[in-house]
């Protein structure tokens, strides 16, 4: 089994620019979630995709992230315009549904670097 | 006060030590309680779940969670080289997989 896969690994951008990440989760797995650690501080919650629909975005720091999940596969997170405060480690997770205790898959992470 | 404490480190033990990782919290709504590994570059893997107050053991580790107290902890038995890693405590109040991480605890195992 595939695990959950993102791309890419590292990402440098300038201040003001555009990125896009992109998760392609575990085939199957219906709930995708995103994740993202900044420099000296906790993983924290961004948002959570049920196939193609938001359950939960309230972890999204503002309209400068949008998150998207056309058909229920992949998803992507596009940051416009990145700023500074964006750098860090982007996760992507997923996990079956209705699997009562079924542990979330962590993907490798982008490394974002603004500069 | 943070949601979730973890003490970061680093802790480094020589090979064949028990080793104590503890977070505490301050949320009663948590319930759910994880313990999750990361090496270097990876993703988090989880290693321990659990919801109710006690121990829970699996080979070489035992989560510990004591509800009354709001502390976690995670011991590793007979640590290798192999465990050096960063260690998370993951909680979640409703089941809903919106994780409070702390900021884990660089281990490292010295043979």
């Known amino acids: 089994e595939a695990g959950v896969t993102q791309f890419p690994s590292h990402s440098v951008i300038e201040k003001g620019q555009t990125v896009t990440l992109r998760c392609d989760p575990i085939?199957?797995?219906?709930?995708l979630y995103w994740y993202r650690r900044v420099m000296g501080k906790e993983i924290k919650f961004l948002l959570h995709?049920?196939?193609?629909?938001?359950?939960?975005e309230s972890g999204m720091p503002n309209n400068r992230f949008l998150a998207e999940r056309t058909g229920g596969t992949y998803s992507t997170l596009k940051v416009q315009p990145a700023e500074l405060e964006d750098s860090g480690v982007y996760f992507c997770?997923?996990?079956?549904?209705?699997?009562?205790?079924?542990?979330?898959?962590f993907g490798n992470g982008t490394r974002l670097t603004v500069t | 006060q943070k949601e979730v404490e973890q003490d970061p480190g680093p802790l480094s033990v020589p090979e064949g030590a028990i080793v104590s990782l503890n977070c505490t919290y301050s949320?009663?709504?948590?319930?759910?309680f994880m313990w999750y590994r990361q090496y270097s570059r990876k993703g988090p893997e989880l290693l321990m779940y659990?919801?109710?107050?006690g121990n829970k053991e699996d080979g070489r580790f035992t989560a510990q969670v004591d509800k009354s107290s709001k502390y976690i902890s995670l011991f590793i038995r007979d640590s290798q080289p192999s465990d050096s890693a960063t260690y998370l405590c993951?909680?979640?109040?409703?089941?809903?997989?919106?994780?409070?991480f702390g900021k884990g605890t660089k281990l490292s195992v010295i043979p």
């Open positions: 997770a997923s996990s079956p549904r209705g699997v009562p205790n079924s542990p979330l898959h």
């Open positions: 085939s199957g797995h219906d709930n």
């Open positions: 995709f049920v196939k193609e629909s938001k359950q939960d």
């Open positions: 949320n009663s709504a948590f319930q759910y």
């Open positions: 659990t919801y109710s107050s």
């Open positions: 993951a909680l979640d109040g409703a089941g809903s997989y919106q994780l409070t």
